[in-house]
């Protein structure tokens, strides 16, 4: 499993899911080993904006998670998080980043099979993702929960 995370234009870090820090992903893990990465890059981009970050993510269930859910709390980054639909890859612009990375690693002669092969590939991939590309995805956000509104509208009531 990996994660990352950007803002506007600026992408933050990129975290691969360590098979020492369990099998099965919960909110006491999430929250030692994946809340200090974005922690730290929400608190600089909110520092260099002079206000506070707005956050998004999933429902992925240690997102979700009660453990989780009262940690973030505690460092005081709940309420920044934005009330998003559930099951909505679409309104996501961090979703369309994964399938550029995907697609992009698809192309590739040869393909990755091992697991540090794709490690790398994806690392590789990462960072080769534009500003422009961040900026044009943020830029489409609007566009896209005015189309999700259209087709389910009770969700945003």
Same mark, same amino acid.
């Given at each position: 499993?990996?994660?990352?995370?950007?803002?506007?234009?600026?992408?933050? =870090?990129?975290?691969?899911?360590?098979?020492?820090?369990?099998? +099965? $992903? @919960?909110?006491?893990?999430?929250?030692?080993?994946?809340? #200090?990465?974005?922690?730290?890059?929400?608190?600089?981009?909110?520092?260099?904006?002079?206000?506070?970050?707005?956050?998004?993510?999933?429902?992925?269930?240690?997102?979700?998670?009660?453990?989780?859910?009262?940690?973030?709390?505690?460092?005081?980054?709940?309420?920044?998080?934005?009330?998003?639909?559930?099951?909505? =890859?679409?309104?996501?612009?961090?979703?369309?980043?994964?399938? +550029? $990375? @995907?697609?992009?690693?698809?192309?590739?002669?040869?393909? #990755?099979?091992?697991?540090?092969?794709?490690?790398?590939?994806?690392?590789?991939?990462?960072?080769?993702?534009?500003?422009?590309?961040?900026?044009?995805?943020?830029?489409?956000?609007?566009?896209?929960?005015?189309?999700?509104?259209?087709?389910?509208?009770?969700?945003?009531?």
């Amino acid at each position: 499993m990996v994660w990352a995370c950007f803002k506007g234009r600026e992408k933050g =870090p990129l975290v691969f899911w360590d098979k020492e820090w369990g099998k +099965t $992903i @919960k909110g006491p893990s999430f929250t030692t080993h994946r809340v #200090p990465e974005f922690y730290w890059f929400w608190q600089g981009q909110s520092q260099l904006q002079l206000d506070y970050v707005y956050l998004q993510q999933d429902s992925a269930s240690p997102h979700q998670a009660a453990y989780t859910q009262n940690r973030l709390r505690e460092l005081g980054i709940w309420r920044y998080f934005i009330d998003w639909p559930p099951c909505s =890859p679409d309104c996501s612009p961090i979703e369309n980043i994964w399938r +550029t $990375i @995907k697609d992009r690693i698809r192309k590739r002669n040869p393909l #990755p099979t091992t697991n540090d092969t794709r490690r790398t590939a994806i690392t590789e991939e990462w960072h080769s993702i534009s500003r422009d590309e961040l900026g044009s995805l943020v830029d489409s956000v609007p566009t896209r929960l005015r189309e999700v509104r259209t087709i389910n509208i009770s969700w945003f009531t």
